[in-house]
């Protein structure tokens, strides 16, 4: 029994600690559609789950995914960047997931980029309600490098404190760069 998870199972407890049937969420990175199912599940029927891609062949096989699920009808699968997420998105969103890098199994150069990625975590904070959550999984290392990473970890750790609250988490003793678990939340005053 390991009680330390890995950063994307990290992510789906608070998924579930938080999301409600009836939300709406988004999916910020659908590639083969694991989390855009995962969430569909969490927000039931009438929810709703936005999910973003800028690969079609990502799309399609998340649309293979929630069909099989049966959930097409609470899934907005959407064939753009991430960074353009207030043109499909007109309604505050309890959790936001990032997964970021490259798509398993595709093309290793089509990955997230720092610019684009926090354009979209920017917006992000815009999008979600009060109680809401946005969650990122950073990759790094290997084929993803660390310029995403570093950028990323810059822009956090600038944003205003009185206003958000970031945390980071990772493990610090091991080899090949096991991905980083980013959590932020709004901070309300009484
Ligand atoms: C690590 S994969 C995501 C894995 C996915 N969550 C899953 O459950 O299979 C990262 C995905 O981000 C996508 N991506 C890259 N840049 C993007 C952008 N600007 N907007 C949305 N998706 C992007 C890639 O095409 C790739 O499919």
Same mark, same amino acid.
């Given at each position: 029994?390991?009680? $330390?998870?890995?950063?994307?199972? /990290?992510? *789906? ?5 938080? +999301? @409600? ?5 988004i999916d910020a990175t659908m590639?083969?559609?694991?989390d855009? %199912? ?5 927000? !039931?029927?009438?929810?709703? +789950?936005y999910a973003f891609d800028?690969?079609?062949?990502? +799309?399609?096989?998340? @649309?293979? @995914? ?10 907005? %699968?959407? *064939?753009?960047g991430h960074q #353009?997420m207030?043109? &499909? ?7 936001i997931i990032y997964n970021l !890098?490259? $798509? ?8 997230t980029?720092?610019?684009?990625t926090?354009?979209a975590v920017?917006k992000s %904070? ?8 946005v969650i990122i +999984?950073? &990759?790094? !290392? ?6 995403? @990473? =570093?950028? $990323? ?5 600038? %944003? =205003?404190?009185?206003? &958000? ?7 610090? #003793? /091991? ?16």
């Amino acid at each position: 029994m390991a009680y $330390l998870k890995k950063a994307l199972l /990290q992510a *789906h407890e608070l998924a579930e600690k938080i +999301v @409600r049937p009836g939300d709406a969420v988004i999916d910020a990175t659908m590639g083969n559609g694991h989390d855009t %199912l995962f969430m569909a599940d969490l927000v !039931g029927e009438a929810g709703r +789950v936005y999910a973003f891609d800028i690969q079609e062949s990502a +799309v399609a096989k998340t @649309r293979e @995914r929630i069909e099989k699920a049966g959930f097409t009808s609470r899934c907005h %699968l959407i *064939h753009d960047g991430h960074q #353009n997420m207030d043109l &499909y998105v007109k309604e505050p969103v309890k959790l936001i997931i990032y997964n970021l !890098g490259y $798509l398993p199994g595709g093309d290793h150069n089509i990955g997230t980029r720092a610019e684009t990625t926090i354009a979209a975590v920017e917006k992000s %904070l815009s999008l979600i309600s009060n109680d809401g959550l946005v969650i990122i +999984v950073i &990759y790094h !290392g290997g084929d993803s490098g660390f310029e995403e @990473r =570093d950028a $990323l970890l810059s822009y956090l750790i600038s %944003l =205003d404190c009185k206003k &958000y609250s970031v945390m980071k988490t990772d493990f610090i #003793n /091991q080899i090949n760069c096991p991905p980083i678990l980013i959590a932020i939340e709004k901070n309300l005053k009484d």
